[in-house]
């Protein structure tokens, strides 16, 4: 009765104060009379009020803007999906979506709907957040910019920075002289024109260029090296180029523009000389996301607007202010790791987007519908190609690279992507460029950053006798070879336990490779290698206390699934052992139609239907990851659901299928490499109807009979289970025993399915 006594009290004083407001209400219309009170009740029906009401909420400011926010997410994700599937960078999914989303697409097929979502009224709220997301961002790159490998690498990578901006900056404004007449604004000089021009032409995408590098596995080469110091300081100059150009077009003339030079100069030996040491000595107390107050995040974010606002006003845009004020942060690597995840969802996820759409209104591809413009644009594509892709390259063949690590440089600083878009929308804002040349231009970018990772393929293929870094250590054939795929470190070391039990004793005869991949998005070059050892110290220590040599692969990418699957089937793996994921669909219902739409949808497992694998790896309890892996892996994999495994100790083997032959020779493994007690459960009599799998038992049983013994048990319990811990079992056994409905099964020790 206690968890009802207070009902009658609240019921009590909700009736009390609900009569107060009904008498308050009543005495109120008194004080109407005398008063013209609208009533439009009498006038209307309620549904036609509720339908106006309705009307007015879709195109109030805050409800339009929210739509157009969830429109541009969903629209840009889905993009961003796509075009990881087919091994390009998100940016130019999400810059494509933008382009579909104006007027070039979805403008032209369905213009009431784009004028509706997207009308002419709402465009300045858009670039509003659109421009604060922008300088969300170049304070983010700009953090990303490791001045210390730029002081280090500087005279190596002198020749190519600077070739890659004076070769096509030149050959920029080279083509400016010939276009200037026919397609520059009426009121822009040619100076501003073609300086413009030619910056445009000089820049490179170094947040996507990283990214790639990354993925690619070249960033701790000395390779990636130069090219990510070429790419920073190709980055630093442009930028200040652009301040420098801006100042020209904004003050008419060189001269007249020295005063804003002159001022940016102060402001910039300010932010190094002044403001950069007291950041330093904050960000030397506090490094860790816990004495991280809310104080101190304040003073470095009013650090960045005071410097967007102080380069906005001087003239050189706030842009050029927040990239600064990202280089002066402290150069402590752990706490530009925990202030940028503080920023980079919301900058890149949310805010990111709206520029691209912006951009995309912006862009109207259907104002070149002549022969003549598409050849101006095939000759803007061409002369940027040729600036910066050859004029690299050639570069770096004449300070003496070989000519595939000379094309690498060319193809990865030929890539623009989302910085050539923030250059061209300055342009267009400052009247620089006209509708017609910023679409060109923005194609241009798109071409130029799309064509990134077909030309890697290439010189990959046409250099074959380079190798990638994590096939050098697995050259040499071993007997038998482990791989072992982990996400979290502690998973790894529970994985590294296992094989040792199946490897411990034959160590000359057997090779462990360790391998942790990590999504490209969540990693900066400047944290890598603190990232990579974090992640590998719980599974390095272990192997000491093993004595268990292992190899470690590390590789941030775009698609976790899929490079597991090309590591383990090119590395001549006799088996793949992963740790099992918790679905992000169980527990809901809403979960459950997520499950059913993402199955239905993902081609992988679609594909495997026709395989016979999918049937069996459905009723498995992994994530999707896990059984994309299973399906398209083509050598053994083992699945460990740990439960606290501490080793091979206790071990119960259950033979299901007459399919589970193969379960034996892992058995025989543990036998020999380990002290492990091996229970096998035939509880249909399989091993003893079939003569070959007789066989195999007999001899183990007859060289390790003190530690290996049979039981025909068909009945379970989770008493029986509590003795054992580990179980061994088929993918197919594990099928065998959903459809019994056994209620242990969630009960039962650390798991290891295995598919052979």
Request: net charge neutral.
């Amino acid at each position: 009765m206690k968890r009802f006594r207070n009902i009658p009290f609240y019921f009590g004083i909700l009736g009390i104060f609900i009569f107060l407001m009904y008498w308050i209400v009543r005495a109120g219309r008194m004080l109407e009379s005398g008063k013209e009170i609208l009533n439009t009740g009498s006038q209307t029906s309620y549904f036609s009020q509720f339908i106006e009401t309705i009307g007015y909420n879709l195109v109030h400011p805050v409800a339009l803007i929210l739509a157009q926010i969830v429109t541009i997410i969903i629209i840009s994700r889905i993009f961003a999906y796509l075009f990881h599937k087919i091994h390009q960078p998100a940016v130019i999914g999400e810059i494509i979506a933008g382009i579909a989303l104006g007027p070039s697409l979805l403008g032209s097929l369905f213009p009431g709907f784009s004028s509706m979502l997207f009308p002419e009224n709402s465009l300045g709220n858009l670039n509003l957040l659109s421009q604060f997301g922008l300088i969300l961002f170049m304070f983010i790159v700009g953090m990303e910019l490791d001045v210390k490998v730029i002081k280090n690498k500087i005279r190596d990578a002198v020749a190519v920075s600077n070739a890659g901006i004076l070769i096509p900056f030149s050959l920029g404004m080279w083509l400016a002289y010939f276009i200037y007449s026919d397609y520059a604004p009426s009121h822009v000089s040619f100076l501003s024109f073609g300086l413009f021009l030619g910056l445009a032409m000089s820049i490179t995408a170094f947040p996507v260029l990283a990214r790639i590098v990354q993925e690619r596995g070249i960033h701790k080469t000395p390779l990636g090296t130069l090219i990510l110091t070429c790419a920073a300081t190709d980055d630093i100059t442009a930028w200040c180029l652009l301040a420098a150009i801006i100042a020209v077009a904004k003050a008419g003339t060189f001269l007249s523009s020295l005063y804003i030079i002159l001022l940016s100069v102060v402001y910039v030996l300010i932010m190094i000389k002044v403001i950069k040491p007291f950041l330093k000595r904050l960000g030397d107390i506090y490094t860790s996301r816990e004495n991280l107050s809310k104080p101190v995040v304040a003073v470095f974010f009013l650090t960045l607007l005071i410097s967007a606002y102080t380069t906005e006003l001087i003239g050189i845009h706030a842009l050029f202010g927040a990239f600064l004020a990202g280089t002066v942060m402290p150069d402590n690597a752990r706490f530009r790791n925990v202030f940028i995840q503080k920023i980079d969802d919301i900058a890149l996820v949310m805010l990111l987007p709206l520029f691209f759409v912006f951009t995309g209104l912006r862009t109207q591809i259907g104002l070149l519908n002549d022969t003549g413009l598409w050849k101006v644009t095939g000759m803007i594509v061409l002369v940027a190609v040729t600036g910066k892709f050859a004029g690299t390259a050639l570069t770096s063949r004449i300070i003496g690279l070989n000519w595939r690590n000379s094309l690498t440089i060319g193809a990865l600083m030929n890539t623009r992507g989302l910085m050539e878009l923030v250059v061209l929308n300055i342009g267009y804002d400052l009247g620089i460029l006209s509708p017609e040349i910023f679409s060109m231009m923005v194609i241009m970018a798109l071409v130029t950053t799309f064509m990134t990772g077909p030309a890697l393929d290439l010189i990959e293929k046409f250099f074959r006798e380079k190798q990638h870094e994590y096939s050098e250590d697995f050259a040499l054939l071993k007997p038998f070879k482990i791989l072992l795929s982990f996400g979290k470190p502690e998973m790894g070391r529970s994985l590294l336990r296992l094989a040792n039990g199946l490897t411990g004793r034959k160590k000359e005869n057997a090779t462990v490779s360790a391998l942790h991949l990590c999504p490209n998005n969540v990693l900066h070059h400047y944290n890598i290698d603190e990232y990579e050892a974090e992640s590998f110290a719980p599974i390095k220590q272990e192997s000491q206390l093993l004595e268990q040599k292992i190899h470690t692969i590390f590789k941030a990418t775009d698609n976790i699934d899929n490079d597991i699957k090309e590591i383990t089937n090119d590395g001549g793996y006799d088996l793949l052992l992963v740790g099992i994921g918790q679905s992000v669909f169980e527990g809901s219902f809403l979960g459950k139609i997520l499950d059913y739409t993402t199955r239905f949808v993902n081609p992988n497992l679609f594909i495997h239907k026709f395989s016979g694998k999918s049937k069996t790896i459905r009723n498995l309890p992994v994530d999707s990851r896990t059984q994309n892996i299973l399906a398209g892996s083509n050598v053994p994999v083992g699945i460990l659901v740990d439960k606290n495994f501490e080793g091979l100790k206790k071990v119960v083997v259950l033979i299901r299928t007459e399919n589970d032959g193969f379960l034996l020779k892992y058995v025989q493994l543990m036998l020999e490499n380990s002290d492990a007690q091996i229970t096998i459960i035939d509880s249909d009599s399989i091993i003893k109807n079939h003569q070959e799998m007789k066989e195999v038992f007999s001899n183990c049983l007859m060289e390790y009979h003190d530690r290996l013994k049979m039981s025909n048990l068909s009945e379970f319990d989770i008493l029986f289970f509590s003795q054992f811990k580990l179980m061994v079992v088929s993918t197919d056994g594990w099928k065998n025993l959903v459809d019994r409905g056994y209620n242990w099964l969630d009960k039962t020790p650390s798991i290891l399915m295995i598919r052979e």
